[in-house]
């Protein structure tokens, strides 16, 4: 199945080539685009994106789900996958998203994450504690997207509307909390992108573990998010 990628970015100078560098190197045999939404950078992000992207979609500054709902309005081929700019995407990646969405009645899927610059404790818990969550949630029809790795068809995410783009977090979590209703939501382990642990060294382990569960457990439950979530550069 044929891909576009949107990889919204606001000031991601540091980050942002390695990562387009490695879509650029997927080893896909489908057609695929990379789209960078732009949320008004004042650093040289959009001129280094220009070596790398098909699109370039400059909005005006907003939230990230904006940014992720402008760079899927670009989009031409009928999945969407989304990351984030401060990752290095696994070569395998793109086709591991699409033999999942290539199942019966797919409308979803989502990858495990792994610590692009981790030490041997975080990338144990990438690599065991994870994933069984990951496929816990998926079962229950409950999945906890990570905005850095998941995709839906391009059909299911203009049926419900796209992103709710209020959202300031856990806008992946809650447009495939709608998205599941359409079809079958999907976990592959084997579709892997390695994310800076830039946050985590600032916030530390407890704060980022217990903000992410919680914040996935009250849209799931409650349709409600935290309203703040500090840029981390």
């Known amino acids: 199945m044929d891909i ?15 990562c387009l560098k490695s879509l650029r190197d997927q080893k896909f045999d489908g057609n695929y685009e990379i789209i960078v939404a732009d949320d008004s950078s004042e650093d040289n992000t959009v001129k280094i994106a220009e070596k790398y992207a098909d699109k370039i979609v400059v909005h005006q500054r907003g939230s990230i789900s904006y940014g992720r709902q402008k760079g899927a309005e670009a989009a031409r081929y009928p999945a969407i996958a989304f990351s984030d700019a401060d990752t290095f995407v696994d070569p395998h990646w793109l086709a591991e998203l699409s033999s999942s969405l290539e199942q019966e009645g797919a409308v979803g899927v989502h990858g495990q994450l ?17 994933p069984p969550y990951s496929s816990f949630m ?22 419900v ?13 809650e447009l495939c909390k709608r998205v599941k209703t359409l079809g079958r939501f999907f976990f592959n382990r084997n579709a892997v992108v390695y994310v800076s642990t830039r946050r985590v060294r600032k916030w530390g382990y407890a704060r980022v573990v217990s903000f992410h569960i919680s914040n996935s457990i009250k849209i799931l439950a409650l349709g409600k998010a935290d309203q703040e979530y500090e840029p981390v550069r």
Do not use: W
Request: aromatic residues 10%; glycine residues 6%.
């Open 114 to 130: 792994m610590p692009l610059d981790g030490n041997m404790v975080e990338n144990n818990f990438c690599r065991y504690v994870l």
């Open 4 to 18: 576009s990628v949107v990889i919204p970015a606001f000031n991601e100078e540091k980050y942002i080539e390695t």
């Open 138 to 159: 998926v079962r229950i029809n409950q999945p906890s997207v990570p905005g850095a790795n998941f995709a839906v068809t391009k059909e299911a995410f203009h049926k």
């Open 161 to 173: 509307g796209g992103f709710n783009t209020k959202l300031i977090t856990a806008e992946d979590v």
